[in-house]
């Protein structure tokens, strides 16, 4: 069965750093495409990024090119997001998502769906 476990996030002061781990489990992680999301309480779901083994890192929310990137340690089935600059209004549940076999990032719109497995989430708060 497939797992994926987040972890790292925390309360931040604005202008500082945080780096998100997605631990995968449950299939090969050689090809993959697994995708970082973020919700804020009653609102939809956003993704974020996508990180591919075949095609890098595609951006589902260009505003955050330059502040946020992801990277990948396949010897340790991990995915990070790195998130520097922060701002208060990056306050959210941070998902990792991915749907085995898929090594290709899937592309908007309709990202949700494209995805069948999920992280627990991690809480990020941004300070002022």
């Known amino acids: 069965e497939v797992h994926l476990v987040e972890s790292g996030g925390g309360l931040v002061q604005a202008g500082g750093s945080l780096r998100l781990s997605c631990t995968a489990s449950?299939?090969?992680?050689?090809?993959?495409?697994i995708g970082w999301f973020r919700q804020v309480l009653g609102k939809e779901r956003e993704g974020v990024l996508c990180?591919?083994?075949?095609?890098?890192?595609?951006f589902y929310t260009d505003s955050l090119k330059g502040r946020f990137t992801g990277s990948s340690d396949n010897a340790k089935s991990t995915v990070y997001l790195q998130m520097n600059s922060l701002k208060p209004e990056d306050t959210a549940v941070y998902y990792c998502?991915?749907?085995?076999?898929?090594?290709?990032?899937?592309?908007?719109?309709?990202?949700?769906?494209?995805?069948?497995?999920w992280g627990q989430g991690t809480p990020v708060t941004i300070s002022e």
């Open positions: 449950g299939f090969t992680f050689e090809d993959y495409a």
């Open positions: 990180i591919s083994s075949s095609d890098g890192i595609t």
């Open positions: 998502a991915v749907t085995p076999m898929v090594t290709r990032c899937p592309r908007p719109p309709y990202l949700y769906p494209q995805f069948n497995v």
